[in-house]
């Protein structure tokens, strides 16, 4: 990209390569640089709702959907066709997006720097959004991938399954390491190993799962993309778990969806070529803070979320088609994916069969955390819309969360987890 487009960071678009004015009906504001007003920790850590007092502005059922199906993805209406319970409130929007300097400062250094080689690998990138002005459906997966993350947390999560009867259960409690080494305050391009990712875990419920944990490097090698390690209780041992991706049902949720929807889409692009299709404005759910701080109890009804406590805004999303590649699998071989503008996280996913029906519909549930400032996008909730099941993937209702300095490298390697004293 020559340095004149890029300069757009600074003009016309967000440092993150939105677009930084409104809509023309003024139902989308112009971004003001500004991310949340500051609120209340709760006890857990997590940031209170900033917009707590504020009322739906209207609501979208199977009644009057047909009026706005244009700003509706497919799996939202068949949602609703499925079950008159689920609704949509929209509320005003807030764009809310925002990050640390210095990662506005890399997104605008890797417009002019960064690249994707003949093999699809992210090259000559750190710290911020690797295409802020994308060209490519590839370039906004990557865009995703890389999208702005702390440095390094520690947080509980839930995995919550819903079955065909209409009833949910917690399929399993876990704690969490999460860090970004390319986000990573003391890092840089020319020391950076192409891990982005670390993740380790332990779960901590059911009491005959407790103990079983797993480690996840993910690296912008499309080669060697992912490396993994598991630990099982039954056979005290920690081994290698090269299945931990793509398409394998995620044993950690029970199965109830693949390891690739989790925080949206996890892992390597490979397995797909990625259509951009350009730009439109949809209801997404955002800014959800409300339902992050609802209890478990009151956050599930019957076949899906509690929509009293889910808010939607309008947004402009980049549309992504996703089909198998050539010479590659998958259960689902085309996806239709919405990136919100100003974060690059997966808002939605459609997920097609074989036969090109409509199968899965998945639902990014963006929290703000005004203090850092950051936007966090990792509880996803899959919907088979064929067997009438869902999955909720780290689900934060009533658990804790923590900024923490960066762990050691050592940390997230299946030699420290298997010394650290699993029972």
Not at 154 to 182: D, H, M
Not at 226 to 246: D, F, I, K, N, S
Not at 266 to 295: C, H, V
Request: net charge neutral; aromatic share 14%; hydrophobic share 35%.
């Amino acid at each position: 990209m020559s340095a004149e487009e890029a300069a757009k960071l600074k003009t016309s678009l967000t440092p993150l390569g939105a677009e930084k004015a409104g809509n023309a009906d003024g139902s989308i504001p112009a971004w003001d640089g500004k991310s949340a007003p500051q609120v209340a920790k709760l006890n857990t850590g997590h940031s209170a709702d900033p917009y707590a007092a504020e009322k739906p502005l209207f609501f979208i059922d199977a009644n009057n959907s047909g009026q706005y199906v244009d700003k509706l993805s497919q799996g939202t209406i068949e949602l609703m066709k499925k079950y008159p319970s689920f609704r949509v409130d929209v509320y005003p929007t807030h764009r809310t997006a925002a990050a640390p300097r210095y990662v506005y400062e890399n997104t605008y250094t890797n417009a002019t720097r960064a690249s994707l080689g003949e093999d699809g690998e992210v090259k000559n990138a750190f710290g911020g959004v690797p295409f802020p002005i994308p060209k490519s459906g590839e370039e906004v997966i990557w865009n995703h991938i890389l999208h702005p993350r702390i440095s390094s947390s520690e947080f509980g999560l839930k995995n919550v399954v819903g079955s065909s009867n209409g009833r949910w259960t917690i399929a399993t409690r876990a704690e969490n390491n999460n860090q970004s080494p390319y986000y990573s305050r003391n890092g840089s391009a020319e020391k950076w190993s192409g891990d982005y990712l670390l993740a380790r875990f332990v779960n901590t419920d059911p009491p005959f799962k407790a103990g079983e944990a797993l480690v996840i490097r993910d690296n912008v090698s499309l080669v060697n993309s992912r490396q993994a390690w598991q630990y099982l209780v039954g056979q005290r041992r920690v081994r290698r778990a090269p299945t931990v991706a793509y398409d394998t049902p995620d044993f950690v949720a029970s199965g109830a969806n693949y390891f690739d929807e989790v925080i949206g889409f996890y892992g390597s692009p490979d397995r797909y070529s990625w259509k951009l299709l350009g730009k439109k404005e949809m209801y997404i759910p955002y800014n959800t803070n409300g339902f992050q701080a609802t209890p478990m109890d009151d956050a599930m009804v019957p076949f899906h979320f509690n929509p009293d406590k889910v808010r939607w805004e309008l947004h402009r999303v980049w549309v992504v088609e996703a089909t198998v590649a050539a010479g590659k699998r998958h259960v689902l071989p085309k996806r239709t994916f919405y990136f919100d503008e100003d974060t690059w996280a997966v808002s939605m996913i459609d997920g097609y069969d074989a036969e090109g029906k409509l199968w899965r519909s998945s639902y990014v549930m963006p929290t703000v955390e005004p203090d850092y400032p950051i936007v966090i996008a990792d509880t996803t909730f899959v919907y088979d819309l064929q067997a009438k099941t869902f999955s909720c993937v780290q689900c934060f209702n009533e658990e804790y969360f923590r900024v923490v300095d960066d762990k050691p490298n050592s940390f997230f390697t299946g030699a420290s987890m298997g010394a650290s004293g699993l029972r």
